[in-house]
């Protein structure tokens, strides 16, 4: 019956990561996009790019500078989730669990974070409509990154109750001597 539910898990892991790859990706791609029009619209040369700045120019509100740094963070911290989840669904090992279930709470915990911009640009008002795109993805993500943390940590639970903690796949043979670690 474990078994049964560990395969479940691996069934849902790989799609699950894979979307929310593709929409971090368009988190980047958005933040990114909106990070270089603050600046563009930055008054001088040099700077003068504060919160206030975006705000200023007609381009967002107070917060949007804040959601778009912290949704930059976010993204790249969720790209990287979702790679060592996708590593994880093809090794299927305790420690690349391990690292997908670290890398997963680290993105889904800068994830609130940007979530909570957004909600805090959306309680603002006016802003453009790239910024609501993007306030739509944080707000999707929150939940979905949720799920994919929720499923490794239960996947965690469940082999480390019916494995042990160095579990493997039945068909690959255990790794001993010096070539262990140059295998992983």
Same mark, same amino acid.
Request: glycine share 12%; net charge positive.
């Given at each position: 019956?474990?078994?049964?539910?560990?395969?479940? *898990?691996?069934?849902?892991? @790989?799609? !699950?990561? &894979?979307?929310? $790859? =593709?929409?971090?990706?368009? +988190?980047? #791609?958005?933040?990114?996009?909106?990070?270089?029009?603050?600046?563009?619209?930055?008054?001088?040369?040099?700077?003068?790019?504060?919160?206030?700045?975006?705000?200023?120019? *007609?381009?967002?509100?107070? @917060?949007? !500078?804040? &959601?778009?740094? $912290? =949704?930059?963070?976010?993204? +790249?911290? #969720?790209?990287?989730?979702?790679?060592?989840?996708?590593?994880?669904?093809?090794?299927?090992?305790?420690?690349?669990?391990?690292?997908?279930?670290?890398?997963?709470?680290?993105?889904?915990?800068?994830?609130?974070?940007?979530?909570?911009?957004?909600?805090?640009?959306?309680?603002?008002?006016?802003?453009?409509?790239?910024?609501?795109?993007?306030?739509?993805?944080?707000?999707?993500?929150?939940?979905?990154?949720?799920?994919?943390?929720?499923?490794?940590?239960?996947?965690?639970?469940?082999?480390?109750?019916?494995?042990?903690?160095?579990?493997?796949?039945?068909?690959?043979?255990?790794?001993?001597?010096?070539?262990?670690?140059?295998?992983?």
């Amino acid at each position: 019956m474990v078994g049964q539910r560990v395969s479940a *898990g691996r069934a849902i892991i @790989a799609p !699950l990561a &894979l979307l929310n $790859f =593709s929409m971090y990706m368009i +988190v980047l #791609g958005i933040s990114g996009w909106a990070l270089n029009r603050i600046m563009d619209l930055s008054p001088g040369a040099g700077g003068n790019v504060g919160g206030t700045a975006a705000f200023a120019t *007609g381009f967002g509100n107070r @917060a949007t !500078l804040f &959601l778009v740094i $912290f =949704s930059l963070i976010a993204g +790249v911290t #969720g790209v990287a989730s979702t790679i060592a989840g996708l590593v994880h669904s093809g090794l299927w090992r305790s420690d690349s669990l391990a690292t997908a279930a670290a890398t997963a709470l680290i993105s889904w915990l800068l994830t609130l974070l940007a979530f909570g911009l957004a909600c805090k640009e959306i309680h603002t008002s006016g802003r453009d409509r790239k910024l609501i795109t993007l306030e739509s993805f944080l707000i999707i993500l929150a939940a979905t990154q949720l799920l994919y943390l929720i499923i490794l940590h239960s996947i965690m639970g469940m082999m480390a109750s019916s494995q042990g903690p160095g579990y493997t796949r039945s068909d690959e043979p255990p790794m001993k001597g010096p070539g262990a670690a140059s295998a992983v």
